[in-house]
């Protein structure tokens, strides 16, 4: 039994080390910038659904406004190469960061409002929260620009390259978030999140502080956020308050981790290696048709409705049964996993 | 694949060079060509994404009809933005890197011309648009933009100045109200003529910004007719610009003038809505079904007899879009090739003919000299050009005759 | 000041029309505890259904109401048994994702059969109005009001003076017993969605008569609804008609007085405020609430 364990662990293992060792690889095996580019958003999603699950997974607190967020560290970032006059280069790169940082102080007093609600009432309150942040970005014209939008420098790295950067940039914030995701399952403070999914109040009871816990998870989960969209502005090299707070960036990220598996950690990354290309395929290929939209949504309702609880919770409860039915134990590990 | 575009472009050299000049014969058709473009079909601006492609297609008839674009008979490729700016830089790559059209025109909006214009400047590409007229579009240190309109966004209200400063002193607006949506379209201009009337010593009445996603604009509407200010001067899009007429009426206010910056141009989008009361509407205009520029008359009975409806309902987003397939035509036959280095060299130099007039372009794209834009005014139904006087096929109605 | 009266009044016409949009949507809420994000395009397919009739049959804006009511209510009642029924787990959130994409599937099919073009619904009677002191208002904004008023009312009605209108009640109250004490709540709740779909077809004709709309504008429909039944509390009737109203008028008055650029934060802010003082809304019910 217990060889069979650590078979699957190495195998596991084995099978993580593969995965990125591809990640890692995909500019050298496949150059062309239309992959590259491809792949530069599949991994922002990556990213954020996993950075949203943080909260919304493991805390069972789903936020529909983390594309405020997502556009807060955008502008940050922003901001700070128009003020400070740094040219386009690989230092942007470096104040990433900072952009963190910024958008980690405004979540802080952002969930200490928001998290006051709960269920329903907080999802809508996130919303409000996001379109404040929209309309600020939007009417705050002097320091934002406003409407007119906001230019970042642009790199003069030539076509073929130029997705490059931008790719490793995402890769790394995207493996942080996994990173942060993974620790924060095996700890004490996961534990605590997890109880306050099952019942916040019997949590309360067994002494988890729930308050600090939430507003912990929320705001780790804002910072990643906010530094994936500082990138992002980069790349795309000009925001604007609708297109960047975008209600549709929001929940994508939800979409992708349900369709992955909510409060796991390979869900959010499988929900957005499927669904982020096929979303782009999908509009590019068929948009003219403009039955895109009709098409995007029926695979959205398939999904939700055949899979409800995501990608590896169903996969786990089938492999659980399998070996249910070869041994009677063994059924634990994979119950817990699936959570 | 740059080098195979290139090769493809010194062979359309070579087919071209023994007949030189615009309306060539060549004498063994060049192998043909797609022409890719990213259109909102969805989205925000998926309006304006259906009136661009009419006019691509009418021009890409046009082209193929005379013998092709140097040759090459034209394919166009459509895919949508879904007006995202996501989209909208995946999908310049994709058609440049994967589909390897040989040309790139504009998608709609500065909004999405903008991230859209590194991309496609990255590849070495031109980049003829026909919306993307924001000053943000030419601060960029990009070479490769060229904005197919016949004045910078910024200078579309100054033909309505000028005008309004012309009047007789007696007869002269002396107080104005403004209101614009903080758009990097409609805000520049509607800001410079403020700063025109007032150095002019036009009084202004009211002055607002309101943002982009207002829903509801009666409140701003009701500001503006308390103000009873003489003449009006808008920096709207279509849904502003009929909700702001309709308060009016409702409102029993009726001021001299009415200028709004899009809303009016869209035809019977416009109409439509308003009935007999698009009456005296002012909108700046540098095209119209009526005008005689290079190619118009055809333009505009082809537009009918492809698409039905009558010339008022052509919106000026499809004449446009038609007029840059005009300048890249002129453009290619004057370099004698469709490369996009060559396409860019050429394009900085000369004047090209398009259905919306006369236009060149600075280092930036941004169009110059020219005539600038026009004023187009609704009279008995139907939008037509008033000022100034060269092309002019009515004379100003002033003050507005009182609402319906 | 007198700008600022008629603001008021232009705030309690319009906050008319969004108090019957955000009661069905507090409705949906009450009895099946969904968020139903796609209730925006669900209003701007009311308006293009009434704008089809109106065209094809000729008929005042109003009157198509007699036809686009009953359709969107049967529309109802099947989206909500073949989308919503089948959601067992984690209603609230996969909810959420399931309306938004009917909501999608709404915009596409709109667009197909509509073009994206702007388009409103016309009425001879359109761009009249009456003087009332200094300022005039408008006949399609009263009419709408009325129309609006005498929705809510009969909503009203049903819910309070009827049998089934009770199972509903009860069913907002507590499913669980209510499904004890006998009640058919799937049945319920395919009717609630029915009312709730056809309420949004009278607040689309009014929506419709007094904006220009198109395909895309559930977007910025929605956001508002929402804000406006969480300050009254989610799934409280009578606070969805008064957060609609002190939604609507604050936000004109702030648009005069202070400027159209922060008119839309203040719907933002007002909800904040609110919830800082009472996290449940207006009206809600502090209930133990779980996802």
Not at chain 2, 53 to 60: E, M, N, P
Not at chain 2, 171 to 178: G, I, N, T
Not at chain 2, 280 to 301: E, R
Request: proline residues 5%.
């Amino acid at each position: 039994m217990s060889a069979l364990l650590r078979q699957a662990r190495v195998l596991k293992l084995g099978g993580i080390i593969a995965v990125f060792a591809v990640a890692l690889a995909l500019p050298a095996i496949s150059p062309d910038p239309a992959t590259t580019n491809i792949a530069v958003f599949t991994m922002m999603y990556v990213g954020l659904a996993t950075a949203w699950n943080i909260m919304g997974g493991y805390t069972g607190y789903i936020s529909l406004g983390h594309a405020g967020f997502f556009g807060f560290g955008s502008y940050t970032l922003g901001l700070l190469l128009a003020h400070l006059g740094i040219a386009a280069g690989y230092t942007p790169f470096l104040l990433v960061p900072i952009a963190g940082l910024g958008t980690a102080v405004l979540a802080v007093a952002i969930g200490w409002f928001a998290l006051r609600t709960r269920a329903a009432t907080f999802v809508i309150v996130t919303i409000a929260f996001m379109f404040m942040l929209q309309l600020l970005a939007e009417n705050l014209v002097g320091l934002t620009g406003g409407g007119g939008g906001l230019s970042f420098p642009v790199p003069p790295w030539g076509g073929d390259y130029f997705n490059t950067p931008y790719y490793y940039a995402m890769l790394a914030l995207a493996t942080l978030a996994l990173a942060v995701s993974w620790r924060i399952r095996r700890s004490k403070f996961g534990l605590g999140l997890l109880a306050i999914r099952d019942d916040e109040d019997k949590a309360l009871a067994v002494g988890v502080p729930t308050r600090a816990f939430k507003l912990t998870a929320f705001v780790v989960s804002a910072a990643l956020v906010g530094m994936i969209g500082a990138v992002y502005g980069y790349y795309v090299t000009y925001i604007y308050p609708q297109f960047v707070v975008d209600p549709l960036i929001g929940i994508s990220m939800v979409l992708m981790v349900f369709l992955g598996g909510l409060g796991t950690l390979s869900g959010p990354v499988l929900g957005a290696l499927i669904l982020e290309p096929t979303q782009l395929w999908l509009a590019y290929n068929f948009g003219a048709t403009r039955l895109y939209l009709v098409l995007y949504a029926a695979v959205f309702l398939g999904v939700i409705l055949l899979l409800p609880r995501g990608i590896v919770p169903s996969v786990m409860e089938l492999i659980e049964r399998r070996r249910a039915r070869a041994g009677p134990s063994g059924s634990t590990p994979a119950k817990v996993a699936a959570r | 694949m740059r080098r195979r575009l290139i090769s493809a472009g010194v062979a359309a050299l070579g087919l071209t060079l023994a007949a030189c000049g615009g309306s060539t014969t060549p004498t063994a058709p060049a192998a043909p060509i797609t022409i890719g473009v990213s259109i909102s079909q969805s989205g925000d601006f998926s309006g304006d994404g259906a009136a661009l492609k009419q006019g691509y297609d009418l021009w890409a008839d046009d082209i193929n009809a005379k013998g092709g674009l140097q040759g090459h008979k034209v394919t166009m490729k459509y895919v949508d933005d879904a007006s995202s700016t996501q989209q909208v830089v995946t999908n310049y790559q994709n058609l440049i890197t994967v589909d390897k059209v040989a040309l790139v025109f504009g998608p709609f909006s500065s909004l999405l011309t903008i991230p859209a214009s590194t991309v496609v400047d990255r590849y070495g590409y031109a980049f003829p648009e026909p919306a993307g007229g924001g000053p943000q579009v030419f601060t960029r240190g990009l070479k490769s933009v060229f904005f197919v309109q016949p004045a910078a966004v910024e200078d579309n209200l100054v033909s309505y100045t000028k005008w309004l400063l012309s009047l007789p002193s007696g007869q002269r607006p002396a107080s104005v109200a403004y209101a614009t949506q903080d758009d990097p379209f409609t805000q520049p201009q509607v800001d410079k003529a403020k700063s025109l009337l007032e150095a002019a010593g036009v009084t202004t009445a009211y002055y607002h910004v309101y943002p982009a996603e207002t829903t509801d604009f009666t409140p701003i509407a009701l500001q503006v007719a308390n103000s009873k200010a003489d003449a009006v001067i808008l920096g709207t899009q279509l849904p502003d610009a009929v909700a702001f007429a309709k308060t009016f009426i409702q409102q029993h206010y009726n001021p001299k003038t009415i200028i709004e910056t899009t809303g009016p141009d869209q035809g019977s989008q416009f109409s439509d809505k308003l009935g007999a009361n698009t009456e005296g509407i002012m909108v700046p205009a540098g095209w119209t079904p009526a005008a005689t520029a290079y190619g118009n008359d055809k333009f505009v009975s082809e537009f009918i007899a492809k698409y039905g409806g009558k010339a008022a309902d052509i919106s000026a987003d499809s004449a446009e879009a038609y007029s840059v397939g005009q300048v890249v035509d002129q453009a290619a036959a004057k370099a004698g090739s469709i490369d996009n280095t060559k396409l860019i060299a050429t394009l900085h130099t000369g004047t090209y003919n398009t259905v919306q007039g006369p236009m060149s372009f600075d280092a930036t794209g941004k169009p110059q000299g020219g005539v600038g834009v026009y004023i187009e005014q609704w009279q008995g139904g139907n939008a037509i050009f008033v000022y100034p006087s060269s092309v002019a096929s009515a004379q100003p109605e002033y003050p507005k005759k009182n609402w319906q | 000041m007198t700008l600022v009266l008629e603001a008021a009044v232009l705030g309690v016409l319009t906050g008319g029309v969004y108090a019957l949009m955000a009661s069905g949507l507090t409705l949906i809420f009450g009895v099946m505890r969904i968020i139903n994000v796609g209730h925006g395009a669900l209003v701007v397919l009311g308006a293009y259904l009434s704008f089809a009739a109106s065209r094809s049959l000729g008929l005042d804006p109003f009157a198509t109401l007699v036809i686009t009511m009953p359709v969107m209510f049967m529309l109802g009642v099947l989206l909500q048994t073949v989308f919503i029924r089948p959601l067992k787990t984690d209603r609230e959130a996969l909810s959420v994702l399931v309306t938004y994409a009917i909501a999608l599937g709404i915009e596409g099919l709109l667009g197909y059969f509509f073009t994206a073009n702007y388009v409103q619904l016309h009425a001879w009677y359109d761009t009249a109005s009456f003087p009332v002191g200094d300022f005039r208002v408008t006949y399609v904004y009263l009419f709408g009001f009325v129309l609006c008023l005498a929705i809510l009312g009969a909503m009203f009605l049903f819910l309070y003076r009827t049998t089934f209108g009770a199972s509903i009640r009860a069913t907002m109250l507590n499913r669980t017993a209510a499904q004890l004490i006998g009640i058919d709540v799937d049945r319920v709740a395919a009717v609630a969605f029915g009312i709730g779909m056809a309420t949004a077809a009278a607040g689309g004709v009014v929506f419709g008569i007094t904006n220009a709309f198109n395909p895309g504008s559930h977007y910025d429909l929605i956001s508002r609804l929402l804000t406006i039944i969480v300050l009254g509390g989610l799934g409280s009737l009578r606070g969805a008609v008064i957060a609609a109203l002190i939604m609507l008028v604050s936000e004109d008055i702030t648009s005069v007085v202070i400027s159209p650029v922060w008119a839309s934060f203040t719907f933002f802010v007002i909800l904040v405020a609110v919830l800082i003082v009472r996290p449940q809304g207006l009206y809600g019910v502090r209930v133990r609430e779980r996802l």
